[in-house]
């Protein structure tokens, strides 16, 4: 038997991605290990989004090769690959592939050409209309999967690397992601991701011609599915009627992620996000409006270039208007092949720590308040798991919520199933409740 050990870092596209590449290993006879030291084939699926996560996967690689890791074939794929390319040979030349997300329809093909002996192979060309499925699949989760509806992006924020490590933006037929959610339903799923770098430019290529919320709305009427949500979304292409979409349909949760980096309309336009703190806040008013309580998150760059008080302040004076659910807040990180990093980056460290600290006491003031709010509702969850150590089941509500409960030894409860639960605790990030 061949065996491969996987390890994945980044977005959940990456951990789909790893989902499809391990039911291709799987189909082609291999069998997947727990333990680097057990494998014939090592796989590393990378992530590049800023300097600490690609920094992780070549600590992994001297790792390896400290501890000798002889008669291994070792791949790396995903966008550290795609970024860095031949020059991987050179860093770590005991690397044997090399494969970006764009040429993951090869895959099988550049594992043949080990087999066969080949030393060095790799997968880089983004020039691609195609989008990688397969039947073959192995998801991790039995009751929530990821269903891919588009890939790459067409935007140029200036900090961003995804554009040059994950290719040109290419959406699925409806008909092939409807029989996909079908099929998942069928499987037992209940709760369906949908997955794309922008899933808001959705475009059906084929006759049917459908948008993004006309997608949406056709995703939660698959019979069996009792959740829809979808990630991740850019505010230029979010349009209302996703909004009236939720408004209408319970299946689809009553969350949206929707990243504003910033509060400032001169650090939105150095950023080329192509929209104004304005037409932001009208998207948020949308979801304000609305009759379904949707939680609203985000994510927030500090310090990027040229970054002046009076801008970061903005972004904080943003943050308290929009009281978000849930954050993301990151340092601004340089990235190879990018607009920004030509740009002046001389906000030092120190400052760019001292201004994450700040939106991050802000936000988290703001989550122990909203989360508190809640204490005495009755929420749906579903089961996540069941935590030893404090004898509580995991929920997780529509809104995405952690919620945390107790339940009687005879309640026989099992993960993947949803229940009421009656909230009694709240704190920054997650709240505690009892069975209902
Ligand atoms: N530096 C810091 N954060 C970044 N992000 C993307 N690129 C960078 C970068 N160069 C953040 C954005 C994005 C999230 C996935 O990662 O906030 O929404
Ligand atoms: Fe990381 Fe972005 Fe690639 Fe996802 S798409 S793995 S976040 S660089």
Known sequence: MKTFYLETFGCQMNAHDSEKVVGTLVGQGYEQVDEPAAAELVLYNTCSIRDKAEQKVFHRLQQFKREGGRGKVIGLLGCVAQQEGEKIFERAPFVNLVCGSASYNRFSELLVQIENGARRVTGLS??????????????????????TIIEGCDKACSYCVVPFTRGPERSRTSQSVLREARELADMGYTEIQLLGQNVNSYRDPSAAGLNFAQLLNKVGQVPGIRRVRFTTSHPRDFTKDIIDAIDENPVLCNHVHLPVQSGSNSTLSRMQRLYTRDEYLRRIEWMKKSSRNIAITTDIIVGFPGETEAEFAETLALIDEVEYESMFSFKYSPRPNTAAVKMDDSLDETEKSRRLTIVQEKQRAIQIRRNAELIGSREEVMIEGFNKNTLQ????????????????????????????????????????????
Do not use: C, M
């Open 126 to 147: 983004l020039d691609t209309q195609d989008t990688f499925e397969t039947p073959l699949t192995r998801r991790d989760n039995p009751n929530r999967a990821f269903l």
């Open 393 to 436: 089941w995991i929920g997780r509500t529509s809104q995405h919520r952690t919620l945390n409960f107790t339940a009687l030894e005879d309640a026989s409860l099992k993960v993947g199933e949803y229940r009421h639960v009656l909230v009694t605790r709240s704190g920054p990030n997650s709240l505690v409740g009892e069975l209902a």
